[in-house]
Nanobody, 116 residues
């Protein structure tokens, strides 16, 4: 069982930056694939990116967002740069075991609002 708590959301102007944190419980954090997802109003949830030791990103954020992780601190981050109004959403972190297709563990989400 993994419990996830996000923090760091807020409001920023277009072109600005925010860093979200996701703190995980448990002793085997390094064994999990960590992902970030977002859901904007009226839209389906979408994959932002993930870190399994290597990183992967959605086309919409590649080159602007990065997902570093600190296994010693049981924390994964979402560093968001050059933000645009279309990045406005509730952001969730999630965890899964390698090889699993679904993410069974989710945080409560944190709101990010980007104004033009």
């Amino acid at each position: 069982q993994v419990q996830l708590v996000e923090s760091g959301g807020g409001s920023v102007q277009a072109g600005g930056s925010l860093r979200l944190s996701c703190a995980a419980s448990g002793r085997t954090f390094s064994a999990y694939v960590m992902g970030w997802f977002r859901q904007a109003p009226g839209k389906e949830r979408e994959f932002v990116g993930g870190n399994s030791g290597t990183t992967a990103y959605a086309d919409s954020v590649r080159g602007r967002f990065t997902i570093p992780r600190d296994n010693a601190q049981n924390t994964v981050y979402l560093q968001m740069n050059s933000q645009q109004p279309e990045d406005t959403a509730v952001y969730h972190c999630a965890a899964k075991r390698p090889g699993s297709s679904a993410y069974p563990y989710w945080g409560q989400g944190t709101q990010v609002t980007v104004s033009s």
